[in-house]
């Protein structure tokens, strides 16, 4: 079905129905490796609409060019989705379930070593912290959110940034490699194997996202990691191959508590900061989110375990030398949004106003872009 919308003087056209290719947007050379080898092995079942490669430099430059229409989907995390609804006016099309958690959810941690300096949550003033990215769910949103409510930093004229670059003394927040920030909130970033991509949000940088949020902590870097509570589980006790991880033991670490405690890693639902939204695939309100569950949905039945007979799985990203690859390896199903068509409805009303909380625009007004795509992405809804 084609649906013409005349807004003042732009008229814009769209089609509902399904699309000849999907452009997924990845964000690294290991990231493009996996999605070619994810086209192809889709093209092989015969599944459509068929999948495209794009190349982008950040979460955001995906986002810009999904709104421009150039590519078509992203699979981003909560952090990161709230900025591609509220900012670009993208919608959740599919959700990420996963093994331990309620379906669509997962927790937030904060992992240290054992056998360091013993103290609690309480006294992470000065400490050295291994963050997955900047603005990202587990590594920043949440910890830096409760830091934020427990009093411990205080963000004097919402400058979020600068009071965090205080109260720890060093840290790898991949993405925080921007202009006026603080230089320490990468001091402890090292980039790729060459030394280049210092403090990069994506797997250019090898402590950025969960696995390289705890290899910081791993390496001594840091003295704590705010990651996801499988994050330990999947690089250690023989999980991870890789030599910075092939011989550790999760019993190794222990969980930082709200209420000042230490807990074993597998005890993170009575220790952890907060129960957060699965990432989801993002897309452009014209899309039809239908036909991008569908196609994943129809994909997983061949690609979506380790142990398929097709040499590609969609949630395991060991063979392309990094992790968390288009989807969280930690991913086992994915899921329909059902009735969470909306970035708010997928992110929930708790953890909206978290992100509201450290959000320094505030509930500023939509630009014209941004509200037209909103109203374009109910109309589709309707129309689907």
């Not at 331990?100 to 912290?129: C, M, P, Q, R």
């Not at 550790?248 to 000042?260: E, I, K, Q, V, Y």
């Not at 129960?275 to 997983?300: C, E, T, W």
């Amino acid at each position: 079905m084609k649906i013409f919308l005349v807004v003042s003087h732009f008229i814009i056209f769209f089609q509902t129905g399904l699309p000849q290719s999907l452009r997924w947007c990845t964000e690294s050379s290991s990231e493009m490796a996996k999605c070619k080898d994810m086209a192809n092995a889709f093209t092989l079942q015969n599944l459509v609409p068929k999948i495209q490669c794009e190349s982008a430099q950040s979460p955001e430059d995906c986002m810009v060019k999904i709104q421009g229409r150039t590519i078509d989907a992203v699979t981003l995390d909560g952090g990161h989705i709230y900025i591609a609804g509220k900012k670009y006016g993208l919608v959740p099309a599919a959700g990420e379930s996963y093994a331990d958690s309620d379906g669509t959810t997962y927790y937030t941690v904060a992992v240290v070593k054992k056998n360091d300096s013993v103290f609690s949550i309480n006294e992470l003033k000065g400490k050295k912290s291994c963050h997955t990215g900047y603005q990202r769910t587990a590594g920043w949103n949440i910890p830096i959110g409760f830091l934020i409510q427990k009093g411990f930093i205080s963000a004097n004229n919402c400058d979020i940034v600068n009071a965090t670059s205080q109260f720890f003394s060093k840290s790898c927040v991949p993405g925080a490699n921007q202009n006026g920030f603080p230089s320490n909130l990468c001091a402890l970033c090292i980039g790729d194997d060459n030394g280049n991509n210092k403090c990069a949000l994506s797997n250019k940088e090898r402590y950025s996202g969960y696995s390289g949020a705890f290899r910081c902590l791993v390496e001594s870097a840091g003295d704590v990691a705010f990651v996801k509570q499988t994050t330990v589980n999947e690089n250690t006790d023989g999980n991870n191959a890789e030599p910075w991880a092939a011989n550790l033991n999760s019993s190794d670490f222990a969980l930082l508590c709200p209420d000042g405690t230490r807990k074993e890693v597998h005890q993170y639902i009575q220790c952890n900061m907060a129960q957060v939204p699965a990432h989801a695939v993002m897309v452009h309100p014209g899309i039809n989110i239908n036909s991008v569950f569908g196609l994943l949905d129809r994909a997983q039945a061949f690609f979506g375990n380790d142990s398929n007979i097709y040499n590609f799985s969609m949630f395991d990203s060991s063979k392309y030398n990094g992790s968390d690859l288009i989807f969280k390896d930690s991913t086992i199903k994915i899921v329909s949004v059902g009735g969470k068509t909306t970035y708010e409805k997928w992110l929930g009303e708790q953890y909206t106003k978290i992100l509201q909380q450290l959000d320094c625009s505030g509930a500023s007004a939509f630009s014209l872009s941004n509200a037209l795509f909103v109203l374009i992405g109910f109309l589709v809804i309707i129309c689907q």
